[in-house]
């Protein structure tokens, strides 16, 4: 089972109230890109992302451990990756699992899922696609990830990311031993100019992608993993 941490910290009312107003800021930044753009900057996202895999371990030989990558069905303001989706079921044996959040709201906890192309999808909370039948799936714990691509609201030149404030990829992956590499997936628009807070419970990236290309934040490597 994956770790969960309960958190002992607590934020000020002034970093609470800061949080917000960016989350707010960048919220809004993201929705009023135009949809052409958006689309675009889809396309050269899931371009940078083949490329990045197929460096990194894709492409090695049959006798490779397959690799097993989380990524996520994107809402109408996020960056999709379909394209690179669909690519990664055609052009290699890599597995992909999206998230599934938890319908009970107070328990706030998310778990992974096998997805492939027939895979029912549905939406879930928040408006988001989801697996229709996830208990049919095989599911799977953080340390067994190779990869995750993480979306987010915000982030900065220190890999700090801000996230919608529910705090799930921070609990699934608090347990740093076992942590995957996390690649944060953006818009340029996204990146904040000034440095974000980052609270003790906060998980950092360790790369960022948008349609400018890569950006990595730590020395860790993509083909080692953990």
Request: hydrophobic share 40%; with cysteine.
């Amino acid at each position: 089972m994956s770790l969960v941490i309960t958190r002992p910290f607590t934020m000020t009312d002034s970093s609470l109230r800061t949080r917000q107003r960016l989350r707010r800021k960048f919220r809004d930044m993201r929705s009023n890109l135009p949809a052409e753009a958006k689309h675009q900057a889809s396309a050269a996202i899931c371009k940078h992302l083949h490329l990045l895999f197929a460096q990194s371990f894709l492409t090695r030989t049959a006798q490779a451990k397959t690799k097993r990558i989380a990524a996520y069905l994107n809402s109408e303001v996020e960056a999709s990756l379909d394209t690179w989706i669909t690519q990664t079921w055609a052009q290699t044996q890599a597995q992909i699992f999206i998230p599934v959040i938890d319908q009970q709201p107070q328990q706030g906890q998310m778990s992974f899922h096998r997805y492939t192309k027939n895979t029912l999808i549905t939406v879930g909370r928040y408006g988001l696609r989801t697996l229709a039948q996830p208990k049919t799936t095989e599911k799977i714990d953080a340390a067994d990830l190779d990869c995750v691509l993480l979306p987010l609201v915000a982030f900065d030149k220190y890999g700090t990311r801000l996230g919608m404030g529910g705090g799930y990829y921070d609990r699934f992956f608090a347990d740093d031993a076992n942590r995957p590499y996390l690649l944060g997936i953006s818009f340029d628009a996204q990146r904040s100019a000034q440095k974000l807070e980052k609270s003790p419970w906060d998980v950092g990236l360790d790369a960022v992608i948008t349609e400018s290309g890569l950006t990595q934040f730590g020395t860790r490597e993509l083909a080692s993993g953990k």
